[in-house]
């Protein structure tokens, strides 16, 4: 078991377009053409890029890489967008994976709703085996300020490690719980999937499957008021027929925990019971699951200020997600303009070198601070729909990129 890397290693994560079955044939194939292919390529770091179909083009040594979908070299303190050092490519650990489509990946839990035994399947929770491909790429495309994310991983991973040595409980704390918190739309759900989803790729010597459970407390609170307490015991109950199989990984994603363990000292004298039997169930059984090496919790919050403090205090990191500041506004919003570039909804044009765009971009940026990234993410398709004249298109229907970012900053206004 290894899930230890020294601070200098380069973590290159492949992803492959075959299916899992074959994944050990193909890692021993590709494992030689890739080391080639990433000696010879500058592959920018931090960034999920297509295998140069040129470069493999007539070289019989790299034609397998033909069955490669794309690369992501990533390192511990990287700035992005640089390369790979020649250091570097003395310390790479390859992660081979394909990401699992299958329509069965999500799968409701039926939740046996008693002496009818009729079964009621529960909306509120969500079940995916991972890598999934509903969480390609999404790592990369959430952005933050430097190294957010790469300490979210490496406290995940030393966490397992700590499991994983049986590290007595009694002497060191550990328990395996993540808490982010901050204002909603700011990416912390987004985020806890896309922590499970590296983590998958990361640990797959370790463990076989990676399974991402998600409770949305919210709507299972709301829907199933009196009987949630229970609900909360069958769902851990159906967890743990999982989390018995050390070769499987455990991610349980709770929701907007405050709606689970909304804290029992605010709550008033009239409160139900039933809320208080909810944080009970929820607390005890997550002292029991965590009793197993192979569980990761993690929970996601808008209001922290009202959440339980023994759930509080079960959280070995409580990390604020704030609005996202103007370098991360700048990056989200030149993604998403490549991305309408490469789709060929806009024309293909630099943003950098043109002085005129990068301005528009900077005032557009300047203007957007104090929005969620989900907000950013909307301004494109509002910027399409409302703000462009039949005079920003061209013969051939595409936009000038300077006329959407007009029509960006008109949809901000
Ligand atoms: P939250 O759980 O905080 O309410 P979500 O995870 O539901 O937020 O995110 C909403 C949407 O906004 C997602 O599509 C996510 O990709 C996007 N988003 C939010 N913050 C960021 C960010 N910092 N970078 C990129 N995308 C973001």
Same mark, same amino acid.
């Given at each position: 078991m290894n899930l230890l890397s020294a601070k200098d290693t380069v973590h290159v994560e492949i992803c492959l377009k075959?299916?899992?079955?074959h994944l050990e044939t193909l890692e021993n194939l590709l494992e030689i053409p890739v080391r080639e292919y990433i000696a010879v390529v500058k592959v920018p770091l931090g960034e999920s890029v297509k295998i140069n179909e040129i470069i493999i083009e007539g070289n019989s040594a790299l034609? &397998?890489? +033909?069955?490669?979908e794309s690369l992501l070299i990533e390192r511990e303190n990287k700035q992005n967008g640089e390369v790979l050092s020649e250091t570097d490519l003395q310390n790479l650990s390859l992660h081979f994976y394909s990401p699992l489509r299958r329509v069965m990946e999500l799968e409701t839990f039926d939740i046996d =709703? @008693? #002496? *009818?035994g009729e079964c009621d399947a529960v909306p509120a929770s969500n079940h995916w085996l991972l890598p999934s491909s509903s969480f390609l790429h999404s790592w990369e495309n959430?952005?933050?300020? &430097?190294?957010l994310k790469e300490k979210l991983l490496k406290f995940a991973l030393s966490a397992l490690i700590f499991s994983q040595h049986s590290v007595n409980p009694h002497i060191i704390s550990c328990n395996r719980l993540i808490l982010l918190h901050g /204002?909603? @739309? $700011?990416g912390k759900t987004s985020l806890c999937k896309a922590l499970a989803q590296k983590l998958a790729i990361r640990v797959r010597r370790t463990f076989r499957h990676t399974h991402l459970i998600e409770i949305n407390s919210h709507s299972l609170f709301s829907k199933w008021f009196s009987e949630s307490g229970k609900l909360v015991m069958r769902l851990f109950a159906k967890i743990r027929e999982i989390v018995v199989d050390p070769n499987n990984l455990v991610c349980v994603l709770i929701d907007e925990v405050e709606s689970l363990a909304y804290a029992r000292d605010c709550?008033? @004298?009239?409160? /139900?019971k039933d809320a208080m039997r909810v944080v009970n169930a929820l607390l005890t059984q997550l002292d029991a699951i +965590?009793?197993? /090496?192979?569980v990761l919790i993690l929970a996601t919050s808008?209001?922290?200020? *009202?959440? &339980?403090l023994a759930f509080l205090d079960r959280a070995d990191i409580k990390q604020y997600i704030g609005m996202p500041n103007i370098v991360a506004i700048k990056t989200i919003y030149t993604k998403m303009l490549d991305e309408m570039m490469r789709v060929g909804i806009?024309?293909?044009? =630099?943003l950098k070198e043109n002085d005129n765009h990068e301005g528009l971009l900077s005032a557009l940026a300047e203007r957007s601070q104090g929005l969620s990234g989900r907000a950013l993410r909307k301004l494109p398709f509002l910027a399409h729909a409302v703000h462009t $004249? =039949? =005079? &920003?298109? #061209?013969l051939n229907g595409k936009i000038e990129l300077s006329d959407f970012l007009d029509a960006m900053l008109a949809a901000l206004e």
């Open positions: 075959q299916n899992e079955n034609a &397998d890489l +033909k069955l490669i =709703s @008693g #002496d *009818t959430l952005i933050y300020e &430097d190294g /204002p909603p @739309g $700011t709550m008033s @004298g009239q409160e /139900p +965590k009793e197993h /090496p192979n808008n209001l922290a200020d *009202t959440i &339980d806009i024309l293909e044009q =630099s $004249t =039949s =005079s &920003d298109f #061209d």
